[in-house]
């Protein structure tokens, strides 16, 4: 009998465990977030991770955002021939890049490169003490470590995002006049008039919420990380992992929003 | 009201899990006075002063420093009281992102008392005052050895002229000669400050050195309390047993705990 109720009783825990670790990232949320508004204000380290997010990233992000916006281009082409509608393709590279893949795929790229470095840098900053050195000199380590990171990561993506935008179309472009042979003037004459400005909206936003989660996940895991160097790999792989499934997650929530009417 | 201790601790306990590290702690420190605290691995010498510091928060009993129990005062007030600890990590926790001027002038900057120029002019001071040259201030903590490390430590440790400085094992892993010299240096320090010092060690010479008074912990309590200079001939079986480093006696080492 117990045999039987061994699943349901893990899974049962499963979800207790997973609901009290949402809830202990939301308090953690807020209280980074609080402390962006309250002063001392830590200019120095909010400028040192606003450079780090956008300025450190933009190579990863842009080769990432070309090569999407060139396969669009090829995927669409070799589906859309058949049917003679070619002249869609430029309509199709521009929205699926400006409303999904440039956030999401610089969230994912933003994940990998600088959430895992927060948490890796927070995590051993809990091993060896340091965050606790911090308190005992006058300063608040959320306010001193965390509230910068929530803010450089919540403003840099949307601006690493627009250029992904702008070099995701690139990418198509190049593919549909170099390749497909297309008119230059005419597949951007189809981009523009096709985009509208709420697709750039959606796509600022979404960069924003991204960005946030982020940074939020390699603050978290990072700092509450424990036990050596073994903790600070795991800080580094959950931070990853986790930022990942929400981008992916609330990138269907803002979908749903914005567009589902 | 000379009388009144500068820290109080009374009947502290503080549980991880099943284990039971701090089981009933009863410790005075009096005022401008230190306070050596010896006890074997693993006795929760370091969870000791951490609960002072707020950074563990214990399960049971008081913090009383000046009189008042920090444990049930405001965040902010809390804060302010342990804005007037200086502490010496166990492993240096200096900040490795930052140079070791930047380390030394921490608690400075944090307080907004000074510009950058002065912090960093001062950073050379205290630097020099613990034996280092002021060009150290623009190496890493990871370019230092590890004594430099315990000397920069102890520089960001007093830098704001703390009323209470804790000390984990300042001299553990370093060569005789240089422990030596960083126990005159905390001596220094603390009766140069006026400050209330406790210091966790392991070493019998250094804690003589350091300490006016000795405190000894074993199984989360407090069994022995003396005069640092009598250590040696304390007439406490455990305290015995530990300072002479015998084998045999009443302290049965606990492999597994
Ligand atoms: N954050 C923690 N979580 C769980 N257990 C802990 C924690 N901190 C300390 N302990 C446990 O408390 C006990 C006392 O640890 P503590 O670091 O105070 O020892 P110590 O007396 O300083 O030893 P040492 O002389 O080796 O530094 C240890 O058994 C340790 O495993
Ligand atoms: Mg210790």
Redesign the interface.
Known sequence: MTDLLAPVALTGRGFLVALGMAGSIAIFGARGISHIFRPPFYVRLFVRSFVEFAYFSLPVVAMTAIFSGMVIALQSYAGFAKYGATSAIANIVVVSVVRELAPVLAGLMVAGRVGAAMAAELGTMRVTDQIDALTTLSTNPMKYLVAPRLLAGTLALPLLVLVADILGVMGGWLVGTAKLGFNSHIYLQNTFDFLQSMDVVVSVAKAAVFGFLVALMGCYHGYNSRGGAVGVGAATTNAVVSASILILAFDYVLTELFFAR | MSAQPKIRIRGLTKQFGDKRVLDGIDLDVPTATSMVVIGGSGSGKSVLV?CI???IEPDDGSIEIDGKDVLKLEPAAQ?AV??E???L???G?????LPVWENVA??LL???SVTREQARARAGEILTEVGLAPSVGDLYPAELSGGMQKRVGLA?AIA?KPAMLFFDEPTTGLDPIMGAVIDGLITQCVKGLGSTAIAITHDMASARRIGDQAAMLYKGRIVWQGEAQHLMDSGNELVDQFTHGRREGPIQMELRR
């Open positions: 951490k510091l707020g950074i804060e342990r804005g600890i200086g502490m990590f166990q492993n926790a200096l900040f490795d992102s921490f608690g944090a307080r907004h960001r704001a």
